[in-house]
C-alpha cells in the first residue's frame, strides 16, 4: 500500500535562511505520481509541483526546489533564502498508477519563518 | 474567477442538523472529489466521482452523501451531524482519473464544519 511519510512536524527558521523539508515514500508500483502542496494560514490547498516516477530531474521554481531520488524513496522540498509568507504547512503526496487508488497525503510540516 | 469553488465557507450547526456543503469547478474537468482535514490537519479523501459516477467511497458513513447532479458539481450532504465531523472539507478536481493519469489535483477554499 502506498505511504507517505512527513517526519518533521514543525519547522521554525529565521529569514533568509535556507530550509527543506523531507518527504519519504512508499509504492510497490513503478509508475506514480508526486506531488507538494502548501497550506498557508488562511487555509486553502495550494498545488506547487507534480512529478512522475520516470523524471528524477530535479526541479527548481523561483526560490523552490526539489530533489527527486528514488533510490531512497525521497522526494524533498527546499526553500531558499525564506520568507515570512513561506510560513505554511507543506504537504506531499502520492497517487500510485493502479486501479482507484487515491491520491494519499503525508501529514504535512508546518513551517514557520520568523522576521 | 475561482476555478473550484465551494459554500459556505463556515458552517456552525447543532449536533443531529442536516447540512450540505455545494461545490462546482470551471475548469472543465470531468473528476471531481471530497477530502476531509481534521484538527491534526491530516487530508483523507471520502470521495470521488468521475462524470457523475461514484468511483471512489472511502469508509465513510453513509450519513455522508455525495450528489453530482453534473460533471462541474458535487454537493455533499451529511445527516444527524455529530461532534466528530468538525473538520474542514474540501472540494477537489481533475482533469481525468487521478488515479490512473496521476493528473493533479486542484482544491477549492475548504469548508469549515464545526459541529456544537
Known amino acids: 500500500a502506498q505511504k507517505v511519510t512527513q517526519a518533521q512536524t514543525e519547522i521554525s527558521v529565521v529569514e533568509k535562511e535556507d530550509v527543506t523539508l523531507d518527504c519519504v515514500y512508499e509504492t510497490r508500483d513503478t509508475t506514480y505520481y508526486l506531488f507538494w502542496y502548501k497550506q498557508p494560514p488562511s487555509g486553502e490547498l495550494v498545488f506547487l509541483i507534480r512529478r512522475n516516477s520516470f523524471d528524477e530531474q530535479n526541479e527548481i521554481s523561483g526560490r523552490y526546489s526539489w530533489n527527486f531520488q528514488k533510490s531512497t524513496s525521497s522526494f524533498n522540498f527546499t526553500i531558499t533564502a525564506s520568507q515570512v509568507v513561506d510560513s505554511a504547512v507543506y504537504f506531499c503526496?502520492?497517487?500510485?498508477?493502479?486501479?482507484?487508488?487515491?491520491?494519499?497525503f503525508g501529514k504535512g510540516t508546518r513551517l514557520s519563518v520568523i522576521a | 474567477d475561482t476555478a473550484v469553488s465551494q459554500t459556505p465557507k463556515y458552517l456552525v450547526t447543532q449536533m443531529g442538523n442536516d447540512k450540505s456543503i455545494k461545490c462546482e469547478q470551471n475548469l472543465g474537468h470531468d473528476t471531481m472529489y471530497w477530502y476531509k482535514q481534521d484538527s491534526k490537519k491530516f487530508l483523507k479523501i471520502m470521495f470521488s466521482?468521475?462524470?457523475?459516477?461514484?468511483?471512489i467511497n472511502e469508509t465513510v458513513p453513509n450519513r455522508f452523501s455525495p450528489k453530482s447532479p453534473d460533471k462541474a458539481h458535487l454537493n455533499l450532504h451529511i445527516n444527524s451531524l455529530e461532534l466528530g465531523d468538525s473538520a474542514v472539507y474540501f472540494c477537489?478536481?481533475?482533469?481525468?482519473?487521478?488515479?490512473?493519469?496521476?493528473?493533479?489535483?486542484?482544491f477549492g477554499e475548504g469548508s469549515w464544519l464545526t459541529v456544537v
Open positions: 477537489a478536481s481533475s482533469q481525468g482519473k487521478q488515479a490512473i493519469s496521476g493528473n493533479t489535483i486542484y
Open positions: 466521482y468521475n462524470n457523475k459516477e461514484l468511483i
Open positions: 503526496a502520492l497517487s500510485e498508477n493502479s486501479g482507484n487508488t487515491p491520491l494519499v
